[in-house]
């Protein structure tokens, strides 16, 4: 599977817009991209996940260029509840659907 | 709501002595994944159940096994837990590996709360 590469924090002030760059320079004609948030204590949640171009949901945006070779998620308007570590993941449809978890990167929010 | 239970939240155990960890689902999925995750780590996949096939990762030791008695039970079993183990225990489900055609490939793992296994 692609390696992934994210920064290891970032921080931000509440309403601001975040974007957290994730750089997956292997990844393969069929992976996919997702993103994951975890709370300290809690499981993972899945966040959003994409193939190509952008793609919106409630929560946040995932955006990837041509080449696929990075991804952009984008937090619009952050809260101090969006305080977590996110996780982009390359996985790939082999039919195992197992996702190799990336070091994350912790977002802190502050008023 | 549909969910994934662990049980318990928090589980103290003695060297060497051994403990099951526990998982439910309400969902109804396929599959069912047992995750490691260390503090300050990512969670680390050990194995998962499709239906009733076994599926273990090259690098998972042999102390950490596996049984699924039906779809919404599945259980961890550390034969002897050493200091090393301690972690939290992620159990997640997610819906059938196969891919049916015209159906959108999702990789959307539901996640219970986990276990944090203490080892003195």
């Known amino acids: 599977l692609a390696k992934t590469t994210q920064p290891i924090s970032m921080d931000s002030y509440e309403g601001q817009e975040v974007n957290i760059t994730c750089s997956h320079n292997n990844i393969a004609t069929n992976d996919y991209i997702t993103w994951y948030q975890q709370f300290p204590s809690q499981g993972p949640r899945f966040i959003i996940q994409g193939y190509k171009t952008k793609v919106t949901n409630e929560v946040a945006s995932l955006f990837i260029p041509a080449d696929r070779k990075s991804s952009t998620l984008s937090l619009p308007r952050v809260s101090l509840s969006d305080t977590a570590v996110y996780y982009c993941l390359v996985a790939r449809d082999t039919g195992r659907r197992a996702l190799t978890f990336g070091s994350g990167t912790r977002l802190q929010v502050q008023p | 709501d549909a969910m994934v239970i662990q049980n318990p939240r928090y589980q103290v155990t003695q060297f060497g002595k051994p403990v099951t960890l526990s998982c439910s689902q309400t969902?109804?999925?396929?599959?069912m994944y047992w995750y490691q995750q260390k503090s300050s780590q990512a969670p680390k996949l050990l194995f998962h159940y499709y239906d009733k096939d076994f599926n273990n990762e090259a690098d998972t030791p042999d102390n950490f096994q596996s049984r699924r008695p039906n779809t919404s039970f599945c259980f961890l079993d550390i034969r002897s837990p050493g200091l090393g183990d301690a972690a939290m225990y992620l159990c997640?489900?997610?819906?059938?590996?196969?891919?049916?055609?015209?159906?959108?490939?999702?990789?959307?793992?539901?996640f219970g709360p986990g276990t944090r296994l203490t080892v003195t």
């Open positions: 969902l109804n999925h396929n599959v």
């Open positions: 997640a489900t997610s819906r059938g590996l196969r891919r049916q055609p015209g159906s959108p490939i999702t990789y959307e793992q539901y």
